[in-house]
């Protein structure tokens, strides 16, 4: 039984990651934006595992839990920003809370 | 316990008292700062004799033990030392300094019962004793200007005691700032030094001038220069033409400060400094005859101004100017020893005069004008007598210690290898002066009738605990120059002795050689005195006896025969007189000349021109270029977060671009 | 052409997919639905890697807890259309070109990297599953104290969320 | 049919699923019927009655009444995810079953070794909670989708209500995975056999040294799926019918089964957990045991029979009979040496589960209902602290041994 080249999931990773950035720099709702990076982190996830695999070593997936956990305190934060956001601007759209320039 | 091995014991007993009294006395009793201060300072002489006992011990070759304690700062070749000497000279200053100091010490304990801030005085008299300690046991010329910066920071501050008189405040800054202007040839004179011989250390620059010729007496090369810079700084310190002027108005502090300060041990740093440095001086003739005109000049003019005053303290204070002159007059002829000499004997003598002074002042409430005194023989015999004998030492009168030591002074200035007609003549004048105003001093005070209104002064004798140095100083007076006297009979001087391996050591030159052991040099001045007798006859008959005598007799005749005639006198010569007791105008010329263009200097060019303009404009010239650029730059934070989002990824691209390209390259 | 090829396919075709529809889509909660799609995914791609642990925790943390946080604050905000404003001129133009170039340089590096052809579950045979027990010697003996560190910062964050959202009466 | 001979392990495991979705999905119908009758019966009442005997049919006829309702769809509700909700809720409420092991991991049936479980994963309590964990979208999506806003408040609710006791549930399970040292459900099963040896009588099940555990899981559990006393989400009073309130006809059918899945789910895992699964409380020695399933069977199938005789008229009779037959073969069936040993794992662990799902419908026979605030503050200040201290208490009950012996 064959099985998948390390380089197919890195390609994918690369991808997902790329695409992230582009939603990061092309979405307007805070929230998609948010969400932009939690996929960009899912991307790094992914290559992580690969390498780790790859390598037959395990600290890859250890840090693999650093970065979920990372992640879960960003959107906790992240959130509660937005909430904050949202009751004193009464809209989402980032380009609209621009009140922080010289 | 060998203080020899730790001499810094010597000087952290007065720190150690200055630190106490000075950061706990305030809520102390007068007894416990008087223990802490007079018994650290006597625990200093204590050990100061104990380490002379040690060093008596060393094997003959030795002249001087050295110890290096830690390395204080290093920068490059330029390093210097935590390091502390002693030799000879090391010791008569020691001795003079604790001692003298110790008295002083007890004598305060009485004359400044009444005071405010007792701990104060006691903290800064203790802190002076140290740094001047540390100025003579310094073993390299960079630890030594610390102790003469500290000696002049102690001064500065006990000038000002009582620092809510305006005018001490003003003696305070003018000694401070005066000294200051020496001070600043003395820093140069040390990095010449230290950029001619690559070391500040004594022993080390003293052995490698030893190797140098010594320099023509026609033109300067870089010893003279060193010298005389340094003289500037002795200038200063010890109140020599021009910079004397500092001395006179430092008497606006307590008088025990004078006896100590201005009188005893820190005026005479600078001697004692010209003394150390003798490897350099006696290579550079033209230095030597700088110290010794300066010295004469000033020891002549400053007994002509002592001559018309009328403050008895002002009066000391010039003579102590003068006196210094004459210890000058004596290094720089290259009696060095003759003028240690004089430096110790004059310790004693003018400490006590000043003493006595302090005394006269304390029991007439105050009162230093001594035409309001006069007839106080009677009142206050002790203070009477002890100031009497130290008259005596001072004009010069035969068996007293002036004598010894002053007839050496002019001797090697008569008669030496560098002798010099005028300068003789000038300080036997001074001389004669010097008896005659001292005479006057003590006519105007003790003779005559009372001048002031004796029920409102009650005068009484000053309490034990002043009278009893004054006691021991006068039998140091009359005691201390016999060192000297078997070399009226044509045998060794002792003191000369004593001293001579220090002078001997650098290789000093042959005139002066001669002059260090005079046994018998007498014998070359001149065939006529052939025997001890004919020797002991000429020295006591001699120029300034006699013009010593003249002087006693001329102010007996004015002051207690015709008390009105000094007045005639004055209007007689009145110009004179007037140009005397306004001191030569000189402060005044100061003030027009330097002072008042300085502060038009500071003020119009300094302060107007380079501070508002030059300095502000750069500030602020840098403060609106940066604003200029940040309100430029300022435009990118436009707030929009999807713009800076676009700028991360362009670094993004950039670096993974530039990273991974370079990578794939190594690869 | 076989299973695990086929699989990974569909998977990356999945995650693909929904990462376009997240960029895509103007709805927030469409974005929030396809975003966890992906999450789906690319716990599958852990299955097929051995990594059957990190898929669940995938799971249950980026899918179960996380994004339900989302759908959560979007419901809670009821966020509708997402209005297409476009005031920054550097996103409007630069943006979208900037991305796809790093995709692409990221893309052709990973393709060419040096271990691009080692079989990726691992130096074993096919299918080897990793044991979870040596993941947690590894989590809580080498990388303990990363780990009681990430615990601070998660208790912290909880805390920074508490006072952010805190209606301020 | 290569593809079958390469992929053997597909086909069973597709085989099985059709059982298990098949048996589960009767289940499920039955067990609105079981709740129904036994609530009535607490409340002193008949409950379901006409519909074939003891309305035994009433699952079949409110199945057919959902088929053939009108389908709504509220206007300006989102399409795709109004139709993605109660799909999403229903699968993965199945889906979990999946993983569960209804008998022993050794039995041969047709001469051929096999597991009565589809999918045996190394960590099937991790995927259980997983695939539970997605549950909340069901809810979440269906109330934001219908466009209204009880929905809305109900989906909030329980969406919330769900995230808050999946942790206290999570915590619960923790101690006995601590006590097992494993995450796989047959050896979690395996590591429950036996007995104490102080106390030869006890079963070394779980529940006993983690009954704190076991009091947590099954409160919280009540609470992640919405059931009385915690039902808030469909609190009538308050919002209509909560999350659901614009489903009609088969989508609200959807709803109602996901709910009784997760019953039955969580029933499962409780069993597993702690209630020593398929394993039987009593000792091997006592042989005779293995008849108990088939002397239940018969003596169900004797009631019944007399129950036709006696009591029934009509259509119900000829129901009764078919019934009593069916027991009665069932029954005989059991009695085969061949049956015997495979029915004996499923036997006491449906045993269990009927049990706890008896518990389940007491509970909401008998409990009022709590108010919103109350229902949080129990989640969050006692069952987490408490659930808490019990995993602590297990790790060094666990530790401690292990210290005395290495100092």
Known sequence: MSVVPVSYYLVLSAVLFGLGVIAFVFKRNIITILMAIELMLNAVNLAFVAFARAWGQLDGLVFVFFVIVVAAAEAAVGLAIVIRIYHNRQSLNIERANLLKF | ????????????????????????GKNWSKTIINSVGIGSVSLAFLSVLEAIREFS?????????????????????????????????????????????????????????????????????????????????????????????????????LIGFWFLKQSAINAGKKAFITTRIGDFGFTVGILLLFWTFGSVDFGTVFAKAANMPAESATQAGVLTWICLLLFAGAIGKSAQLPLYVWLPDAMEGPTPVSALIHAATMVTAGVYMVARMHALFSRAPIAMFVVAAVGAITAFYAATIGLVQTDIKKVLAYSTVSQLGYMFLGCGVGAYAAGIFHLMTHAFFKGLLFLAAGSVIHAMGGEQDMRNMGGLRKQIPVTYWTMFIATLAIAGIPGFAGFFSKDEILDAAGSGSDAHLTLWVLALAGAGLTSFYMFRLIFLTFFGKPRFDEHKVHVHESPRSMTVPLMILALLSIVGGWFAAPHLLGKTDHFEAFLHPVFATYGVPAGLEQRASLAGAAGEQGGIFATPAMELLHA??????????????????????????????????????????DKYYVDETYERVIIRPFLWISANVFWHVVDENVIDGTVNGVASVAREVGGQARELQSGNARSYATWVVVGAVGFTVLMLGVWGMVR | MSLPFILFFVFALISVGGALLLMMAREPIHSALSLILVMMSLAGLYLMLGAEFIAAVQIIVYAGAIMVLFVFVIMLLNAGVEERTDYSKMAKYAGIPLGILLLLDLAHWMAHSLIGETPANGAGSANVMISTRELSMQLFQKYLFPFEATSILILIAILGALVLAKRDE | MEFVTQHAVLVVSLVKIVILLFLTLTTLAYLTWFERKVVAHIQSRWGPYYVGAHGLLQPLADGLKFLFKEDVTPPGADRFLYILAPFLALSLALTTIALIPFGPATITILGQPTQLIVADVNIGLMFLFAITSIGVYGVALAGWSSNSKYPLLGGLRSSAQMISYEVALTLSVVGVVLLAGTLNFNEMVSDQDGY????????????????????????????????????LPEAETELVAGFHTEYSSFKFAMFFMAEYANMLTVSFLATILFLGGWLSPFPESWTFLQYLPAVILLGLGVYLGYDA???????????????????????????????????????????????????????????????????????????????????????????????????
Not at chain 4, 200 to 217: N, V
Request: glycine share 8%.
């Open chain 2, 540 to 581: 006591v008959t001699g120029p300034p006896v006699v013009l010593a005598i003249i002087g006693l007799l001329v102010a007996w005749w004015f002051y207690v025969r015709r008390p009105d005639a000094p007045k005639k006198l004055a209007e007689s010569v009145h110009g004179l007189y007037k140009l005397l007791l």
């Open chain 4, 309 to 407: 005789v006696a009591g029934a008229r009509g259509i119900a009779r000829i129901q009764l009979v078919v019934i009593t037959c069916g027991a009665l073969l069932l029954g005989a069936l059991c009695l085969l040496p061949a049956v015997m040993p495979i029915i004996q794992g499923p036997f006491w662990f449906l045993l269990k589960v009927g049990g706890l799902l008896f518990f389940y419908v007491w509970t909401r026979g008998t409990l009022p209902r709590f108010r919103y605030d109350q229902l949080m503050s129990l989640g969050w200040k006692l069952l987490l602290p408490v659930s808490l201290a019990n995993l602590v208490g297990t790790a060094l009950w666990i530790i401690f041994p292990l210290l005395v012996k290495h100092g």
């Open chain 2, 1 to 24: 316990m060998p203080i020899l091995e730790h001499l810094w014991i010597i000087l952290a007993l007065p720190l150690a008292g200055a630190a106490s009294n000075g950061l706990f």
């Open chain 4, 196 to 231: 104490y040896r102080l106390l030869p009588f006890i079963p070394r099940w779980h529940i006993f040294p983690q009954i704190i555990g076991f009091l947590c899981y099954f409160t919280s559990a009540i609470a992640e799926t919405n059931r009385v006393p915690f039902d």
């Open chain 2, 57 to 157: 011990l060393l094997p003959d070759g030795q002249v001087s033990f050295f110890k290096n304690y830690f390395n204080w700062m290093a920068a490059g070749s330029f390093k210097v030392d935590f390091a502390l000497q002693m030799d000879h000279l090391t010791i008569v200053m020691l001795l003079v300094v604790t001692f003298v100091s110790l008295l002083v010490h007890i004598y305060s304990a009485g004359y400044m019962a009444h005071e405010e801030g007792y701990y104060r005085f006691f903290a800064y008299l203790n802190l002076f004793v140290f740094f001047m300690l540390t100025l003579v046991l310094a073993a390299n010329i960079v630890l030594m200007f610390v102790g003469w910066e500290g000696v002049g920071l102690c001064s500065y501050l």
